[in-house]
């Protein structure tokens, strides 16, 4: 009897063992893209603002500085759970 849900381990069957680096590619070019979307809008807000209001460029550039790093901390998430599974998987 499973505790907690537990039950057999996923498995892919052989035939389809080779879509899983296709789209595990795709994935990642996804999330790479949304994020160096994210981060351009992020940047062009940023230069408004200080272009804007220049005594709170400090305040801007950190709050910029802190969203680029949570911007990019999805890619290299995306990255680090497309390198576990594709190692799983072969």
Do not use: D
Not at 12 to 35: D, K, Q, T
Not at 36 to 55: D, F, I, S, V
Not at 64 to 77: F, Q, V
Request: with cysteine; glycine share 8%.
């Amino acid at each position: 009897m499973p505790v907690l849900a537990q039950g057999a381990p996923l498995t892919i069957p052989e035939n389809y063992r080779h879509w899983v680096p296709i789209a595990a590619g795709f994935s990642m070019a996804i999330a790479s893209g949304l994020c160096g979307l994210g981060q351009a809008r992020a940047t062009a807000a940023a230069a408004e603002g200080m272009a804007r209001n220049p005594a709170a460029a400090p305040a801007i550039r950190f709050a910029l500085i802190l969203g680029l790093a949570l911007i990019e901390s999805l890619a290299l998430y995306t990255l680090v759970i497309i390198i576990a599974k594709v190692k799983v998987e072969f």
